[in-house]
């Protein structure tokens, strides 16, 4: 297989649905080895099923990326069974709707443990690994959160804006390495984890359709849109790119009002 990550080996968290399996699809299928870490078990072996059936080549690693020895251990298993260690993408994200006040310790401790010290728990175990290659890649999944407000979800929030900060101190510490490392800002997504967040509306159909009068193109972006971005910044096709945020938000973010209902060009083309 000659794709764009041929004899790549990469670690992908979070990757038994959504965003990240989009991307192990994507990369085994550009000719990657790919560790699925995951801790939706069930999924995660069934998607390294799908993937090893079509002749990919991945694993599926039970991992809780909040918790150190746990990421240490998978990416070992990794470099143990593909022989190294290229590309890190950290797709693991959990949110938590609710106001800050009546948000619990243990939310802010989970959330921020899974979105945020994920990624230091991945840097640090990975390191000495990805530094064995003159160029290596660290991918992160931000979202537009990164950069403005969301109501209802405060902590979600300010985790999101972490891990842009983080990505760019990342970027500047360890640019001399040859390890790149660079963010993803998805918008409106249909992901599981929009899924669950909309279920805590009164009409969730409703309120997806509400939010995507917002977005410029009028659709929710798919896994794969945001995959084939995370691809990009993975490989050498974005040689000289880093410390940068990629938003992939259908135009969410380039307008302070927009209502797509209300656009003139559509209703006269």
């Not at 359709?209 to 009028?218: D, S």
């Not at 096709?237 to 940068?244: H, I, Q, W």
């Amino acid at each position: 297989m000659n794709g764009r990550l041929a004899g790549q080996v990469a670690w992908i968290s979070g990757a038994a649905s959504g965003i990240g399996a989009a991307t192990a699809r994507l990369f085994v299928s550009e000719g990657a080895s790919v560790t699925v870490a995951d801790v939706c078990d069930d999924d995660g072996r069934q998607l390294v099923n799908e993937l090893n059936s079509a002749n990919g080549s991945a694993a599926y690693s039970s991992c809780d990326v909040a918790v150190s020895d746990q990421v240490r251990n998978s990416i070992k298993s990794t470099v143990e069974q593909f022989g190294g260690l290229n590309i890190v993408v950290n797709c693991a994200g959990i949110v938590h709707v609710g106001l800050l006040h009546e948000s619990s310790e243990e939310d802010w401790d989970r959330l921020m443990g899974v979105n945020v010290k994920g990624i230091f728990f991945s840097l640090t175990h990975a390191f000495s690994y990805l530094r064995r290659h003159s160029r290596s890649y660290m991918v992160n999944v931000g979202s537009i959160s990164s950069y403005v407000g969301q109501r209802l979800t405060p902590v979600y929030t300010t985790s999101k804006g972490a891990v842009r900060s983080l990505t760019q101190s990342i970027a500047l510490d360890y640019a001399a390495t040859g390890l790149r490392c660079n963010c993803v800002s998805p918008g409106i997504t249909d992901t599981p984890m929009l899924r669950k967040h909309l279920s805590t509306t009164h009409d969730p159909d409703e309120a997806l359709r509400q939010r995507l009068r917002r977005v410029p193109l009028n659709r929710a972006m798919s896994p794969h849109d945001i995959a084939r971005t995370i691809l990009y910044l993975s490989c050498e096709d974005s040689a000289g790119v880093n410390g940068t945020a990629v938003v992939v938000d259908g135009g969410y973010l380039a307008a302070a009002e927009w209502d797509a209902a209300d656009d003139s060009l559509s209703s006269t083309t």
